[in-house]
């Protein structure tokens, strides 16, 4: 595993701040996770309003976890001033979403100076703890210069 | 544009009592738009609980009626006691998903026995109807046997 | 479809001059087609050389071409002193590539100051040119600045 | 990582007589390398007509080695009398393929009845040892009926 520089020293209360922001993550009851450089974990409790046909949860709702937990894991080495976007991701759903809650795992594998790469896998995990990997994303992002104040 | 013929004759009424069933798309506040043989459309109207950092549509949201557009595309052409399930997905972001709502259109590429390819492009809609493309989908489907009275 | 403006007057010439120094095309024996502002084919004839193990094309050589015209698809807008490198892509396999060419048609689906969506479709055609759709391609190229005298 | 049980006991066998029908890899000069269930190699030396505008491999020939890496570790799992198909794939480029050889490593991530999901980094690795990430992809296989005698 390589070993990343944070971008700043606070960069969990930095996280945070803009977790906190993200009205979509507050609706679907998702919190923050351990944060690491280059690593962010997303954790999300099932509901029945999170659900598709089958009662599992919906493949964009466990994309959303995914998306936002590689996001924050490339955003821990970004410098000062600076915001994260994505630019693409790719998921595939390995097996179904179905557990008491779902833990996206992000990992950075390259960081660039303005595009990042990350690695996500999202695990549904039943009460007694058990985990099962039900997806995996590949995602890019892009760094951007933060807006005065931002 | 290749003709497709759909997989039943009642192919919008299946489509609706599916959607009416994903508890995740009611949350949203999502609806079914336009569904025709290897067509579907879904609109999301704006609100700020489903928002990023930033105030945009979350990626994860666009990504959640995109991919839901794409199921209902290919599931117009399946057969009776079938069930839709997306097997895998990848979204480009094109441009920030600001808007009054959004719109996502999708569209069966190839319509497999087993195995279904739809693209899905996402507009964000302005109250004066200007659109613009923010997002892009490839997306693969499976057709599964549907449970007993499913 | 978007009309792009290109991004130096001599966009056709830049683009063969570095298609001719591309190795893996000549071994392939690739060909360029047609050059557009924001457009790019490549075309290939059959050869059993580039075939899997049931000989149709592989899909890594169909994917080979799809990348070479998206690639040059966006650098058809890129200004002068400017080289293109892909980021990342995504192929879906629709149908076998089997036919006596294959013809890579890209797009630009989105011009950005440093990021450039593009979608390829890889037909197959046989000599009394009827075509089928074999791959679809979405992929994202960065513009990075170019080598002198490059 | 999970444990898999090999499709057939000569896996090791088939893989090759496989890989021996494939034009398209004795082209590029590519070699099987390790083969174990759920898992396969491919190593392909540096040649100068494998290479894109800048001297780096090309990143369609990249692609044509992960591919064929990722179908095989799948197929090391697939009953007799069956063949693999790549349904899709996604690549990340993630640092310029340059070296002495590239070197394709394919995992199983799920291995399912009709569908195969896979992962393959592909390392260029300098004469002296040294190797470098440079491209991951996620696969999705398919398992299709092998033709008579196939």
Chains 1, 2, 3, 4 share one sequence.
Not at 1 to 20: C, D, I, K, L, W
Not at 132 to 144: E, I, P, S
Request: glycine letters at 10%; aromatic letters at 8%; a neutral charge.
């Amino acid at each position: 595993m390589t070993s990343f520089t944070p971008g700043v020293e606070n960069y969990r209360e930095r996280t945070e701040q803009s977790f906190a922001r993200q009205g979509a993550l507050r609706l679907l009851g998702a919190d923050l996770g351990r944060v690491a450089p280059g690593y962010c974990e997303i954790v999300l409790p099932y509901r029945a309003d999170l659900t598709q046909q089958h009662g599992y949860f919906h493949a964009g709702i466990t994309t959303t976890i995914a998306d936002t937990a590689g996001g924050y894991a490339g955003y821990t080495l970004f410098p000062p001033d600076s915001e994260v976007v994505a630019v693409e991701f790719k998921v595939n759903l390995l097996s179904p979403a179905v557990g008491d809650r779902l833990i996206a795992c992000a990992q950075v594998l390259r960081a660039g100076r303005n595009l990042t790469t990350t690695e996500v896998e999202v695990f549904a995990e039943s009460a007694d703890g058990t985990r099962k990997r039900c997806a995996k994303m590949l995602q890019t992002l892009a760094r951007v210069a933060a807006p005065e104040g931002g």
